[in-house]
Nanobody, 127 residues
Framework: QTPLVESGGGSLQAGGSLKLSCAAS??????????VGWFRQPPGKEREGVAG????????SYVDSVKGRFTISRDNAKKTVYLLMNTTKPEDTALYYC??????????????????WGQGTQVTVSS
């Protein structure tokens, strides 16, 4: 059973918006106490961190390329983290993953700090 399930991916034109969701699937780990990050892997490239959020939701972090365009949020009652993508660009095309873990520097993009991963959802932005 996959610990996290992403949804909301799809195809859109540049400039459009998309909202991704990451839900804990009933897997027995304490999602609400975990740092959660969104990562993405563009075609032919390495995976990179995009946005992260602390367990309480009070701290967020973004990679420079998405600052001002993407917003990460969470609803712990629903055990779900969201990534709102605005003003999308073709370079945002990637397989998007969410991950949950524990980190003293949360939110951060060190993949070694994230123990639980989803299978990814594809986002394709056309020009």
């Amino acid at each position: 059973q996959t610990p996290l399930v992403e949804s909301g991916g799809g195809s859109l034109q540049a400039g459009g918006s998309l909202k991704l969701s990451c839900a804990a699937s009933g897997y027995t780990f304490s999602f609400v106490t975990r740092c959660v990050g969104w990562f993405r892997q563009p075609p032919g490239k390495e995976r990179e961190g995009v946005a992260g959020i602390s367990a309480s939701g009070t701290r967020t972090s973004y990679v420079d390329s998405v600052k001002g365009r993407f917003t990460i949020s969470r609803d712990n009652a629903k055990k779900t983290v969201y990534l709102l993508m605005n003003t999308t660009k073709p370079e945002d095309t990637a397989l998007y993953y969410c991950a949950a873990g524990t980190s003293v520097t949360c939110p951060d993009f060190n993949e070694k700090n994230y123990r639980y991963w989803g299978q990814g959802t594809q986002v394709t932005v056309s020009s």
